[in-house]
């Protein structure tokens, strides 16, 4: 395959639009949408493309497309985000439309999208609820559970203005998207682009289409509950913030006081009595919650690292040449901390001539010596963890130019 086309690279006129349509085993519908996109846009006057992304098609797709009027391109790689990835690279226009090929969607009407684009947003996408529904078209289970829930957790996440997630129909900026390092090869590709282009800063707006029943003769590619899962998935790992770092601090938070109460002494709920079982589930709780923290520094470091999430500001402090050695600093507080509570216990012990202890009072100092010696080991040691992915990081774009590996690559 050659490789990807850019702005400037072309013999002619680069087209304003690409109409890109992912396709496998889609002879029934792919002529049909070529032809509606071709007939739209020569009616608007604009300069276009069709470009049908083949992902081995055995059905005669491919001749038909191109008899069509598209040009089409061989995507060997299986999957709806290998289509579109390769797809977007050897685009022509300056932006590009996408869209299903199994007739499901408006591509007679896409002028509400380039409207938009030529207007200055760099990312516009698709509200099938605001422009209407065809009965049949959308199966319940998606319109009244996965994709509200999804949407809902797209706008929670990332505050995408966007209430129709996951709707396959369309249009970027093509240069843009490129430079974004798009890298899923699956469903989960429909999240991937909307949420990069939000995170990078870009404009996304919403404008209402319609959505019809498809003219497949055969089961959609598509399976409900793994590939749901699949872009919930996407939306965690993209947002350590909530998958890590508000749990974290709730149940750190909670625990922390629960277990600063119980040192103190037992308390009483109504007819139950917390005592030094429950201080032991509430710095189990502490534990937990700082693990959960720790995690939500190291995720988000690796991702800005590796260029898979923009870098963050309130982590760029941590980058300070003393950031490794303050984390260092906590952690042997906490361990020391911890060792003269060990030793104040081990002390109390030998007054009563190491016999039994009463579990109540001896429990109420050796559960919190052993919370902080837990707390140091994992700030010490996630200390150093961030130093090396700083290491990585600082590391990468000469190595790789280099043709060296970086440290990761090493382990």
């Known amino acids: 395959m050659s490789s990807p086309p850019t702005a400037g690279s072309y013999a002619g006129q680069r087209p304003e639009l690409t109409v890109l349509l992912p396709c496998l085993d889609e002879a029934r519908t792919v002529a049909t949408c070529v032809r509606k996109a071709v007939t739209a846009l020569d009616a608007l006057g604009v300069d276009h493309e069709v470009v049908v992304a083949d992902n081995g098609s055995t059905d005669g797709s491919q001749e038909l497309a191109a008899a069509a009027g598209a040009r089409v391109v061989l995507v060997p790689q299986r999957g709806y985000g290998a289509a579109l990835r390769t797809g977007i690279e050897q685009a022509r226009g300056r932006y590009v439309l996408m869209a299903d090929a199994d007739d499901s969607y408006a591509l007679d009407r896409p002028g509400a999208f380039l409207e938009a684009l030529r207007a200055g947003d760099d990312l516009v996408m698709g509200n099938r609820f605001a422009g209407g529904v065809e009965q049949g078209a959308m199966p319940a289970l998606h319109r009244y559970l996965g994709n509200p829930v999804l949407s809902a957790v797209g706008r929670l996440f990332f505050h995408i203005p966007v209430r129709d997630f ?246």
């Open 166 to 411: 996951h709707c396959g129909m369309r249009a970027f900026d093509r240069d843009k998207a490129v430079a974004l390092d798009l890298r899923s090869t699956g469903m989960e590709f429909a999240s991937e682009l909307v949420v990069k282009f939000a995170l990078a800063g870009h404009r996304v707006s919403e404008v209402p289409t319609t959505l019809s029943r498809d003219g497949r003769d055969r089961p959609p590619h598509l399976r409900s509950w793994r590939d749901g899962w699949r872009h919930l998935r996407f939306l965690l790992l993209f947002s350590p913030r909530w998958l890590f770092l508000y749990p974290g601090a709730l149940l750190a938070l909670v625990g922390a006081l629960l277990t600063a109460r119980l040192v103190v002494g037992p308390v009483t709920v109504g007819p139950a009595v917390l005592d030094v079982q429950s201080l032991l589930l509430a710095s189990t709780a502490v534990v937990i919650g700082v693990q959960a923290l720790l995690f939500a520094v190291l995720s988000r470091t690796y991702a800005a690292g590796r260029g898979m999430l923009p870098p963050s500001g309130r982590l760029h402090r941590m980058d300070h040449p003393q950031a490794l050695e303050r984390g260092i600093g906590v952690g042997l507080l906490l361990l020391t901390a911890g060792a003269v509570g060990v030793l104040v216990a081990v002390t109390r012990w030998a007054g009563d001539d190491f016999g039994p202890l009463d579990a109540s009072q001896s429990l109420r100092l050796a559960i919190p010596a052993a919370l902080a010696l837990s707390l140091g080991a994992e700030v010490l040691m996630a200390s150093f963890f961030v130093g090396l992915l700083h290491l990585d990081a600082d590391n990468a774009p000469a190595a790789r130019a280099a043709g060296t590996p970086t440290p990761a690559e090493l382990t």
